[in-house]
């Protein structure tokens, strides 16, 4: 499985992002699928999940109510809208797949495959 992230950038404070993932593969609807950010000197930390078919969602309690994660398993991509950015979203963002059919995994540990991460940068 590969997984190729974009549509970071830079906003400012209360803009909004969209990025998308696109995964390599035919069997993209059979995976679990998740965010994960970065920031400088801090370790990976757990943004949002989907399950296979898209129908439930989990959310950190830091982006719940301004991030959106969304699957269209026909273009074997998923999605993260951002709202309401603020400074302390700044991070790499990482898309990544959990390819052995687990219930909204929220542990890094628990996805195998990785993008390369995309930048997200909101100025104050």
């Known amino acids: 499985v590969q997984l190729q992230a974009c549509g970071g950038g830079l906003v400012q404070a209360g803009g909004s992002l969209r990025l998308s993932c696109a995964a390599s593969?035919?069997?993209?609807?059979?995976?679990?699928m998740g965010w994960f950010r970065q920031a400088p000197g801090k370790e990976r930390e757990f943004v949002a999940t989907i399950s296979l078919s898209g129908a439930s969602t989990y959310y950190a309690d830091s982006v719940k109510g301004r991030f959106t994660i969304s699957r269209d398993n026909a273009k074997n991509t998923v999605y993260l809208q951002m709202n309401s950015l603020k400074p302390e979203d700044t991070a790499v963002y990482y898309c990544?797949?959990?390819?052995?059919?687990?219930?909204?995994?929220?542990?890094?540990?628990?996805?195998?495959?990785w993008g390369q991460g995309t930048q997200v940068t909101v100025s104050s």
């Open positions: 990544a797949a959990s390819v052995l059919g687990r219930t909204l995994p929220r542990s890094s540990g628990l996805y195998e495959y």
């Open positions: 593969g035919r069997t993209f609807s059979s995976y679990a």
